[in-house]
């Protein structure tokens, strides 16, 4: 028997999140990161203006930040010039405005110098550092690592990178701002998951070597920066979420351990900031070689219309489709010399085709006018993407079919992951239960692969309801939605996919939890997808 769920206890966590999730809308991650670092360069000026024990004055910074961001987006048109390849439009600024906070300290001369070698070499390894066009390092831990091994080496009127943003002054700055901007990207299971590593090895250095002052360590290193900053860059991160959490850890150790290796009798390496990132870059390197997700792969695309403002974005991949697993995403980009900054030039889509499956497909949506991004794709502008990235974790169990229930609930454009996934399924399907829900008739989309899976046992609805679309929060209707049988004991073990734009997903998930209580204490059994638009 169900029951009733109290909207009041499920719509104050969608309340609270409602500003981000209408920013999510316009704002792509990288776009969310490169707002914070303004802000964050704001509210530095701010600091320098009114503190005058902040150690640098405004024209130092304006100094700086003009050095940085120049050299970064100079040098990286220079080398794409050269090699003839379109660079992403605001990956260059975000960049620089990275080194800017990381890089420059000391004397005056020395400062500048070391910022513009910082930002060439960043702009250089976008294209030397790079595995089958696919980039292996970060390019700001790149330009700083390269700074530390020439200060290292003793080059004349370079310093170490002197990570100055790690100043009282900026703490609270840098605490509101690195909050919102790890929000709209999603990422507070990564930077716990940091903060927590970083504290036990602070707890435990102190305990064997003594000395460590945890608030010293909070105001005075670059922790909080690098968590929300740095860490989640999407190509030099690992994109499955058990590899995530390694990685994330991984770099939170090294960066607090205090610990040296003696390479040479004249070399020591000090896990420093930079080197704790290198690390961490590398191992993410590693596992995209170990799952073969590390190429770029080049498509030729054309795009159709699907539905009502919903296209197909279909691509024949040069060197072999991509490896994927059914239900995962890609983050496509297209590059262009044209492209305005803040335009930027990657989205993230889920794959529609089938793993192996040629062309590649992916399948969009658009409300009222379309950015310039997917604008570019729908009036033929744009006929070459790239598959930049490949990840996240909402695949089916690996025993299903054979084993086990699946409920995929959707709404609107959300079938996209669910599409991919019943292209992959072979066999008898009796133990998967599809729900599509739409706002108008109009947008009803891949309605023969519905009908193939109906064909093979699944339970398929597609259900025309407006007040649905936003979510379910009704524990009635949902039982009525997916299926009687799926109450009670007959529910255990199944596992239940959400997709679609935020308040979907987080209502939907709440009534889930209410009528099937047993994921309450198996979370995991709760999978879900937002699609934030943009």
Partial sequence: MTTAVSTRSTSVLPRLLAPFDAA?????????????????????????????DFGYGPDELAAWLLVAVGVSGAATYLFAAILRVPPNSDSWLITGLILFFVVPGGSEDTAMATIATAAAIAAASKYVLAWRRRLILNPAVAGAVGCYALAYAGVEGLSFPFWWVAAEPLLIPMIVIGAAVVTLIREWLLVAVFVVASLV???????????????????????LFVAAIMLPEPLTSPARQPHRLIYTALVGVLMHCQYTVEV?????????????????SLYAFAVRLATRTARRVRLDVETTPLADRTYALRGEPAGGAPSFRAGQWSSVSVPRWSAPVWAGSRRVFSFVSAPKEVPVEFGFTVAGEPSSFKAALIDGRARRTWVDEIGGDFVLPRAFPGKGRVVLLASGVGITPFVSMMRSLSGDLSGLTVVHVLREPGRAVYGDVLENAGSKGARVM??????????????DRLAELVGANIDGADSDGAHYYVSGPPAFVERTSSTIRHLDPATRLRPWRIHTDSFTGY
Avoid: K, N
């Fill in 201 to 223: 090895t602070i707890g435990v250095v102190e305990l064997v070597r003594g000395g460590q002052d945890l608030s010293t360590w909070i105001v005075s290193s670059p922790m």
């Fill in 462 to 475: 597609t259900v025309v309801a407006p007040e649905l679309a936003d979510g379910v929060d009704d524990a």
């Fill in 24 to 52: 999510r809308r316009h704002l792509t991650p990288y776009r969310a990161v490169l707002c914070g670092l303004v802000l964050l360069a704001v509210a530095a000026f701010v600091v320098s203006a009114v503190d005058a």
């Fill in 264 to 280: 040479t009798d004249s070399y020591t390496l000090a896990f420093v900031p930079e080197v704790a990132l290198l690390v961490g």
